[in-house]
């Protein structure tokens, strides 16, 4: 087949992903697999090696992720559990104060807390960033929901555990622990200067408190009846209760940091050339973030008692099945890019400069989030579509794993469940929100990419 009829075929499944999920609200996942299976067939693959290929593409990605996306979403449903993100919201107010407390929050919600499915992490501190929006000042709505819609974007897709991050570490075969380190490089600048671009507009005059904001509608998170409330409780229920109490917070997010320090250790040593066995299993992805799940459960034992961690479990377990699934399919989708040959063709067209296939990434996953609105799906198809490229221009692949996540922050709007959870839990009007999280977002995505490109000719 002539190489213009796999572009123009490869064009039409990516179109027919969107049109299924836009206009024809299909699910996500059957969309994905529709638009893999044409395009093998399309392509003249043979069904034999289109179904093998779907198959194997899902395959290939779960072996690399499938597990560090279940640890993490496990994990965060645990630390949710034991209330540690509230009592980490009052101890940054406490060291940074009121004014420094946007930047405070929104980067350790962008690298800390992305074991915490998104919704739930959105849901929890929305409420607590609202309540303290007063004691920043005048702006206090508007930088707060700027804050954490850029720190809760940014992190998916940027910062090791995030779901999108770790479904392109593993579409692109980037070392984890390589992609952690680059991400985190990024991650900061990239939101330090998205909000103070947004809080110097909205001092000259971009914020309007009657249009912007409305009535804080407060929605309720399931929490457990404290058993200290009640008359009677039995001794190892009231034990708990104290100990919830009295655990300071360094030691509720002690295990997973440790993971993370784990996981750049064994970066820095594959760096460094240094092998030693011990280390690298233990700093290997897997074990690093299994460590931090085991060690997340027995301090929440201690906290909240085995009921409460095993109800917190088993809400882990139904966060990460469709986010497995999804990343999954995602990677069916870009498998069957790479066998049509498509990266072949696209790597005849740029030469060896790492700009131009960085700002394709860049351009097709915005394109493609606008369309779809799904971080994570533009991010994974943005990628496999010029993942084959690298190897045939010397360009690393982290670069096209932050170049599409940079891409899939452009321009979050109505489609977004993000988008309308900010606006109900921040007060916002649809006007008000457009601007914190539409274009506050947005910004981000344009500072990202500019970042990453001397990056890419630097590192």
């Not at 994990?75 to 009052?90: H, T």
């Not at 092998?275 to 992805?285: D, G, L, T, Y």
């Not at 906290?303 to 809400?315: C, F, H, N």
Request: net charge neutral.
């Amino acid at each position: 087949m002539s190489d213009i009829w796999i572009v123009i075929h490869t064009v039409i499944a990516v179109l027919a992903v969107v049109i299924f999920i836009v206009r024809f609200h299909f699910n996500p996942v059957v969309s994905l697999v529709l638009g893999a299976a044409y395009l093998g067939l399309a392509t003249k693959l043979g069904v034999s090696t289109t179904v093998e290929t779907i198959t194997g593409g899902f395959g290939e990605i779960m072996a690399e992720v499938g597990l560090l996306i279940g640890f993490g979403v496990l994990m965060g449903a645990v630390l949710q559990e034991m209330k540690a993100i509230q009592r980490l919201v009052g101890t940054l107010l406490k060291t940074f104060g009121p004014k420094r407390l946007p930047y405070a929050l929104s980067l350790t919600i962008a690298t800390v807390l992305q074991s915490i499915f998104l919704d739930v992490l959105l849901v929890i501190s929305a409420p607590l960033a609202r309540n303290l929006a007063p004691r920043i000042g005048k702006l206090g709505t508007a930088r707060m929901a700027t804050a954490l819609a850029i720190g809760l974007e940014c992190g998916i897709v940027f910062m090791v555990p995030g779901v999108a991050a770790l479904a392109l570490a593993g579409l692109l075969s980037v070392p984890l622990g390589k992609m952690m380190i680059y991400g985190l490089i990024l991650i900061v600048p990239v939101v330090i200067i998205s909000i103070a671009v947004m809080t110097f507009a909205f001092r000259r005059g971009w914020w309007n408190e009657e249009k912007d904001e409305q009535e804080f509608i407060s929605v309720a998170v399931e929490e457990d009846e404290d058993p200290a409330d009640e008359p009677f409780v039995s001794g190892g229920v009231a034990q708990a209760v104290r100990a919830e109490k009295r655990t300071r917070l360094v030691v509720l997010l002690s295990p997973l940091l440790l993971a993370l320090v784990l996981i750049a250790t064994g970066a820095l040593l594959e760096v460094a050339e240094i092998s030693i066995p011990v280390v690298e299993f233990v700093a290997s992805p897997v074990i690093a973030l299994l460590i931090g799940l085991v060690g997340t459960c027995l301090v929440a034992r201690y906290t909240v008692g085995q009921k409460r961690v095993e109800k917190a479990l088993a809400r882990g377990f139904a966060e990460s099945g469709q986010i497995l699934i999804l990343t999954g399919v995602g990677g069916s989708l870009a498998a069957m890019i790479k066998e049509a040959g498509l990266g072949d063709i696209l790597g005849q067209y740029f030469t060896a400069s790492t700009a131009a296939p960085l700002l394709m990434v860049w351009v097709i996953a915005a394109a493609l989030h606008i369309a779809v609105g799904s971080v994570t799906i533009s991010a994974i198809t943005s990628a496999g579509i010029l993942a084959p490229v690298a190897p045939l221009i010397g360009l690393d692949p982290v670069f096209i794993a932050l170049a599409a996540g940079a891409g899939s922050l452009f321009a979050v709007h109505v489609t977004s469940n993000t988008f309308w959870l900010l606006q109900s839990l921040m007060g916002q009007s649809t006007r008000g929100t457009l601007k914190t999280c539409s274009v506050g977002v947005s910004v981000a995505s344009v500072v990202a990419i500019l970042l990453i490109l001397p990056m890419s000719l630097v590192l």
